[in-house]
């Protein structure tokens, strides 16, 4: 079973930039694909971003496409998430997550981590 914690949240003001990661216990995380996925307060939680197994391919939602920015280092069990040009929109508890799929669908990610807050000031 793989373990996820979250970290790097905190809060900063619009047009600034936040850098999550994301630890993972087990040395197969380089056999998982990875998820960044947000719930905003009173929303259902949505996906943010995912990354292939070797770093290769990624895919992002349109809300943060060329702005945020996922990557991983598989000798560190670790992935990222690069947030930048941060707006209001984008405070939320943000989660990463495991799967073996190549999916967007949060109930394909079979592993969640704890979840770290993000909340951007106008």
């Known amino acids: 079973q793989v373990q996820l914690a979250e970290s790097g949240g905190g809060l900063v003001q619009a047009g600034g930039s936040l850098r999550l990661s994301c630890a993972a216990s087990e040395r197969t995380f380089g056999m998982y694909r990875m998820g960044w996925f947000r719930q905003p307060p009173g929303k259902e939680r949505e996906f943010v971003a995912r990354?292939?197994?070797?770093?290769?391919?990624?895919y992002y939602a349109d809300s943060v496409k060329g702005r945020f920015t996922i990557s991983r280092d598989n000798a560190k069990n670790t992935v990222y998430l690069q947030m930048n040009n941060l707006a209001p929109e984008d405070t939320a508890v943000y989660y990463c997550?495991?799967?073996?799929?190549?999916?967007?669908?949060?109930?394909?990610?079979?592993?969640w981590g704890q979840g770290t807050q993000v909340t951007v000031s106008s």
């Open positions: 990354i292939s197994t070797s770093g290769a391919a990624t």
């Open positions: 997550a495991a799967s073996t799929f190549r999916t967007t669908e949060a109930t394909e990610f079979a592993y």
